[in-house]
């Protein structure tokens, strides 16, 4: 799916005794471009709202020196996209691919962890093993495969694959995954879908795109 990114200019507005956000009227445009939908719920089909959190609202810097204005990405299909910049030009830009990776990185999600812990799965494994081994990744995916065999011989298996001895911390680590049960295991493998530690795959732009499938149209 193409789509293309509209960087947004979001205001402020007194709505009776509340100040609240003030987004461009996109319900103002016609409602086929919006599959006759609230414009909240179109937008929200493809990415939402990526909004800045480095600044806006209070707070400004060298990207917006406007304390009273914050910025959001929305990622729409192309004829939503023209009409909101014919309707809105000094609120609505179109952004070439570089500007979105580089507002999605580095101000929407900055602060995104790449690692997310499910403390209620870890609390159950500490309650069981006590401290959980954190190891490589390379470590850990192999003992989730785990079989019968006795933790000397699957060390010993592993260091051939790696093609060198695990150090005295790896080998107690690796030890300590061998006395795990199998789903035990998996749920400290970052990239095996049960839960536990896994990797946030959508910290990043390029895992975000992967994930939602779609590309960006080319800035005229």
């Known amino acids: 799916m193409e789509l293309v990114a509209l960087k947004i200019k979001i205001l402020r507005k007194v709505v009776g005794t509340s100040t609240v956000n003030d987004y461009p009227d996109f319900n103002s445009l016609p409602a086929a471009l919006r599959d006759d939908m609230d414009w909240s719920n179109f937008i929200d089909q493809f990415a939402g709202w990526q ?14 020196p406007d304390p009273k204005v914050q910025y959001g990405v929305l990622l729409v299909p192309q004829d939503f996209a023209d009409a909101a910049m014919a309707a809105f030009p000094t609120r609505v830009v179109q952004l070439d691919e570089a500007d979105l990776q580089s507002f999605y ?21 500490r309650a069981r093993y006590g401290q959980i081994p954190v190891v490589k990744k390379q470590i850990v995916e192999f003992f989730t495969d785990t079989d019968e065999a006795g933790a000397d011989a699957r060390i010993a ?13 790896e080998r107690a680590k690796a030890e300590k995954l061998c006395e795990m049960e199998p789903n035990d295991c998996k749920a400290i493998n970052p990239n095996h879908p049960s839960p536990g530690i896994k990797t946030n795959e959508t910290a990043k732009y390029v895992g975000f795109k992967g994930k939602k499938g779609f590309t960006i149209a080319i800035k005229p």
């Open 51 to 64: 909004y800045d959190r480095e600044s806006g609202f209070g707070e400004s810097d060298a990207f917006n």
């Open 105 to 125: 990185d580095q101000r929407a999600h900055v602060a995104d962890p790449e690692i997310k812990y499910d403390e209620a799965v870890l609390g159950g494994l």
């Open 157 to 169: 298996e592993f260091e051939v694959i790696l093609g060198r001895s695990l150090t005295a911390k």
